[in-house]
């Protein structure tokens, strides 16, 4: 367990590849609600088709798994793995607009798209242990996805974080990050994303 107060310092980052894939499979297989994601929710363009369907959870995250993992082999997925102690406790999936396409799919978000010839990032989720919630690690994985970036040539940033909690709940909605985290890190809202039954959402950019 972290102590109470955990500062950024305490957290260690690296980059999603195939050498640290067995610590994001060791994130995505804890039982926290998400591991049948395995954060492959953005990267498909819409839901797959019918005959496709899984029944079980454990099914989807049996082919999410398999799926991710061929999507790391071939370059194609990026994010930030956060460790305390060694151990993986936090996650942050960031990647281009080709690389993470759901999100132009949704009819709130038509219209919203900027011209296409500029190099256009996202930032679409974060997952954090619970015992390690509200202790920096989001943050901290904020942090490193934007030094990822700019490492990789910089552009436009886009993130679709919480701005209002409308219920005490606190589940996927939250993938996204909170407003707040991004306002530190210079990020301004540029339109709404829309509301489900428990937040509300906000289109946020940023150009490094
Ligand atoms: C949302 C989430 C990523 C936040 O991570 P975290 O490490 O606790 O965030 P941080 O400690 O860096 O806090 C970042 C900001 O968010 C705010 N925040 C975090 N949890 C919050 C909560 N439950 N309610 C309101 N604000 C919250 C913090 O107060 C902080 O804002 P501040 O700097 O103004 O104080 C984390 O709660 C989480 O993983 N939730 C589950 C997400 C999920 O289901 N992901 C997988 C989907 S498939």
Redesign the pocket.
């Known amino acids: 367990m972290p102590s109470l107060e955990s500062p950024a310092s305490t957290y260690t980052t690296r980059e999603l590849s195939m050498k640290t894939w067995p610590d994001f499979v060791r994130l995505f297989s804890q039982g926290s609600?998400?591991d049948f994601?395995q954060?492959m929710?953005f990267h498909r363009p819409r839901s797959l088709p019918r005959d496709q369907w899984l029944r079980t959870r454990a099914e989807r995250g049996v082919r999410n798994r398999r799926q991710k993992r061929a999507l790391v082999e071939q370059g194609c997925a990026h994010g930030i793995l956060v460790y305390a102690k060694g151990e993986p406790v936090?996650w942050c999936q960031y990647g281009m607009r080709e690389e993470l396409p759901r999100i132009d799919n949704k009819r709130i978000y038509r219209g919203l798209a900027p011209d296409s010839t500029q190099k256009l990032w996202r930032i679409t989720?974060?997952?954090?242990l619970k015992p390690?919630?509200?202790?920096?690690?989001?943050?901290?994985a904020l942090q490193a996805a934007l030094e990822s970036i700019r490492r990789k040539g910089g552009g436009l940033v886009e993130a679709y974080p919480i701005t209002r909690?409308l219920s005490r709940a606190?589940?996927?909605e939250?993938?996204h990050?909170?407003e707040?985290?991004f306002m530190?890190a210079g990020f301004k809202a540029v339109a709404p994303f829309g509301s489900t039954r428990f937040s509300s959402h906000v289109v946020m950019r940023k150009t490094i």
Do not use: E, L, Q
């Not at 989720?125 to 954090?128: D, H, K, L, R, W």
């Not at 509200?134 to 943050?139: E, H, T």
């Open positions: 609600g998400w994601c954060c929710h936090g989720c974060f997952a954090v390690y919630r509200k202790r920096g690690v989001a943050s901290a909690w606190f589940g996927n939250s993938t990050g909170s707040s985290m530190k």
